[in-house]
């Protein structure tokens, strides 16, 4: 095999541009994934009505925000959780959870997101975040923490 004759030029670039390059991308990669969680804070969950899969107007703006996030980090895709509050049958729960996952996808998708970059997760009432479970009374504010929609964006 005969090496071309700028082969040590070839080498010394890979060792020393390609390191610092990577370190470069890797930098911007880091601060375009710091914003984008900041934002995906920032927008938070979204929160629904008992038995409801109505977005409201609070929903529909945090939606928006999120919309643009999606639109302009083209390479992010969405996994959306959504949950009930334990009042209701365990299967009511399911499908009502799924309602508002598709409710979401639908906002979503009409306002220019692709489809296939949003995954729907409907857990129901499996997930309560605080002791809200069946048989246990609680006040409606409580309750109302465990019917919300949650976030999750990913690269694949």
Request: proline share 1%; glycine share 4%; net charge neutral.
């Amino acid at each position: 095999m005969k090496l071309p004759k700028n082969w040590l030029f070839l080498i010394a670039f890979f060792l020393l541009f390609l390191p610092s390059r990577a370190q470069e991308v890797y930098r911007k990669a880091e601060n375009i994934r710091s914003e984008v969680l900041e934002e995906l804070s920032e927008i938070g969950s979204l929160y629904f009505e008992s038995d409801s899969g109505d977005l409201n107007t609070e929903n529909r703006n945090q939606l928006e925000r999120l919309s643009v996030l999606l639109e302009e980090n083209k390479l992010l895709e969405l996994l959306v959780t959504t949950h009930t509050d334990s009042r209701g049958s365990f299967s009511k729960n399911k499908s009502l959870s799924l309602k508002r996952g598709k409710q979401i996808k639908q906002f979503l998708v009409a306002r220019g997101i692709a489809h296939n970059r949003i995954f729907i997760e409907a857990l129901g009432e499996e997930q309560l975040i605080n002791d809200c479970s069946d048989g246990v009374s609680c006040r409606d504010s409580l309750h109302r923490q465990n019917r919300r929609a949650e976030f999750i964006v990913f690269i694949d």
